[in-house]
């Protein structure tokens, strides 16, 4: 159903734009272009606060989720939980009712249909907002990382994620990278993106992070960090570093518990400053925080979100960092475990926060804000500074002159073939080859033409086709192989181990997909299974890499860092030879039997 009244009009001209939002008219006659003349343009968005109501002050430091396709037509579904969240029924009247500063989209509030569809609600929300006295337009987020954390699917360009982008060790990649998802962004309305992520993930257990960060090497991490943020802000995408003060050594998932990170001051310098210094330099737009616990660093007990010492003495002061800093999402238990949802954006905005990213109850939070300023507990001139912050941005983006897209620009910048093909070669360079015992890989149709592909089949990163295994195998068809799929899930069952046993009596050759083994793992039971059959195995770990210390009697192993159509795709051409193998680890693998050694080191990839 096409809902033309929420965008799908030709671009309004600068002129109608700035006449919608009226009360910019007379204070901004200049756009991004101005930003040469700092304090010209400082001057300008001085007066725009100024003019602002406390409460339109308030509503500026809120970044919330709506629901629904359209900013004012949405489903019923969405109209019933816009109105359990928010008391009103649409986006436009969440955006009327808040004065929000911005707007995330998720996939579970059906926010990204498709490319078109987003274009329009990006620009019904520019609308519903500029249409108000004194209306900005907002800044719009999402987190697309790439990899396995996306929430714009295809027929978008979704590329590798960051670990397997660490593998391919290119800058020139991790800038492709960033320029192109940027721009595709920014097509649909989307123009601050959560990504990427600068934790240095040393902690093989970490289950939050893991294939979500470049690697385990700060100066790796650093480079590709650095790369990629010069990539989408180039597109005129604001990139956002995460999660600082760094994330990478936990134990503990920050969207269910509070985890601590037991550094020292000295290791926290060494391991995960450096990646923040380096988008730093980039010139970064935005910084996410993390709700972590770092006693060395601040021992008050308080998560980094709502620490001062670690905001405001450490990133701003010690750091030099000027830009906007946003919270993490503020219904995540890390946050939320010590002090009620009514002291959380208080605390923050304390600490030194500019956006307070997806409170769950935006109500809530924003009253307790509006009564800490009354009560004198935050002064205006606090809140003046962040909203300072968060306007320099939007005029740098462009967005107080061009806030709408032209939604025929859509269908000729997302998900080109020009696009897609960089995701494809690019991931060519990431595929890793760990083991290779006598040369077993490449494969050739002609001595191994059945091939049978099984393996764990996690749900399939968003937007992408899935299942893995399907995905492996028609590739591999396509490659010449006769490929079955088999998915065998996380935990086969012995019943499961037995089909596929009798089933690979008929095949020249076993493809694995492997997910995350443990040491107790019925995965390992179904690969140990298949080496006795006596045919050729190969395993391809899927998402971490540790997978291989698991199962030492695989001959031939590969690491795709995740399980995306791009990963799976570039790891059939290599297991086919069409592409020899190029990737390195970016983190190292210890043994399963003596974790204090190393079994492959980082920087440990074959070829052929």
């Not at 060494?270 to 990646?275: C, E």
């Not at 008929?506 to 690969?527: C, R």
């Not at 291989?548 to 001959?555: D, I």
């Amino acid at each position: 159903m096409h809902h033309t009244s929420t965008g799908s009009t030709a671009k309004p001209s600068r002129r109608t734009v700035l006449a919608v939002g009226a009360g910019i008219t007379a204070t901004l006659t200049v756009g991004a272009d101005a930003t040469a003349d700092e304090a010209f343009g400082t001057a300008r968005l001085r007066a725009l606060i100024s003019r602002m109501t406390l409460e339109e002050k308030v509503g500026q430091l809120f970044v919330s989720r709506v629901h629904g396709h359209s900013a004012t037509a949405p489903d019923q579904a969405d109209i019933d939980a816009n109105l359990k969240d928010f008391g009103v029924a649409t986006a436009a009247e969440v955006i009327a009712k808040y004065r929000l500063g911005g707007v995330i989209y998720f996939v579970w509030a059906h926010n990204t249909r498709d490319p078109r569809q987003i274009a329009d609600l990006s620009n019904g929300i520019q609308r519903a907002s500029l249409g108000l006295p004194r209306g900005l337009p907002l800044l719009i987020s999402t987190d697309q990382e790439h990899g396995i954390v996306c929430r714009v699917g295809r027929p978008a360009t979704l590329f590798p994620g960051a670990m397997a982008i660490g593998a391919g060790g290119s800058r020139t990649d991790a800038r492709t990278l960033g320029r192109i998802a940027g721009r595709e962004l920014r097509a649909m309305g989307i123009r601050q993106d959560y990504s990427p992520v600068a934790d240095v993930n040393v902690n093989p257990a970490n289950p939050v992070i893991g294939v979500r960060s470049f690697g385990a090497d700060p100066a790796a991490v650093s480079r590709m960090v650095a790369a990629e943020v010069a990539g989408y802000q180039h597109s005129g995408v604001a990139a956002t570093a995460k999660h600082f003060p760094g994330h990478g050594d936990t134990e503990v998932d920050s969207h269910y518990g509070f985890p601590t990170i037991t550094h020292t001051r000295e290791q926290w310098e060494t391991l995960d400053a450096p990646s923040f210094r380096a988008a730093i330099e980039a010139g970064i737009d935005s910084i996410m925080t993390a709700h972590i616990l770092v006693p060395a660093l601040d021992d008050s007990g308080d998560p980094a979100t709502l620490s001062r010492p670690i905001l405001t003495g450490i990133l701003r002061e010690q750091l030099g960092y000027d830009g906007v800093v946003v919270t993490d999402a503020l219904d995540m238990a890390g946050v939320r475990q010590k002090y009620g949802d009514d002291r959380v954006p208080v605390l923050a905005l304390k600490a030194g926060v500019d956006q307070l990213l997806n409170p769950p109850r935006l109500d809530v939070a924003w009253n307790a804000v509006l009564a800490a300023v009354r009560g004198g507990e935050l002064t205006e001139e606090r809140l003046d500074e962040s909203i300072l912050r968060v306007l320099r941005l939007k005029a740098r983006l462009g967005l107080l002159t061009e806030p709408y897209v032209n939604p025929s620009h859509v269908d000729r910048t997302v998900g080109t073939a020009t696009h897609l093909a960089n995701a494809d070669r690019i991931a060519e360079r990431t595929t890793t080859l760990l083991v290779n015992e006598g040369g077993l890989l490449p494969l050739s149709p002609g001595s191994h033409g059945r091939v049978l592909v099984l393996g764990a089949d996690p749900a399939s990163p968003s937007g992408t086709t899935g299942p893995p295994t399907g995905v492996l195998a028609a590739a591999l068809t396509g490659l010449g192989f006769t490929a079955t799929a088999l998915s065998t899930g996380t935990a086969p069952s012995t019943a499961v181990i037995d089909r596929v046993v009798a089933a690979a009596a008929e095949a020249d050759a076993v493809v694995v997909g492997t997910y995350n083994v443990t040491a107790t793992s019925t995965q390992k039971t179904l690969v140990e299974r298949l080496l006795t059959t006596g045919k050729p195995v190969v395993a391809v770990a899927v998402r971490n890499p540790y997978d291989v210390a698991r199962l030492p009697g695989v001959r031939a192993y590969l690491a795709t860092y995740s399980w995306t159509d791009v990963e799976l795709r570039a790891a059939a051409r290599v297991i086919a030879g069409a592409v020899a193998p190029r990737g390195r680890l970016p983190v190292p693998v210890q043994r399963a039997d003596d974790p204090t050694r190393v079994l492959y080191p980082i920087g440990h990839g074959l070829t052929y």
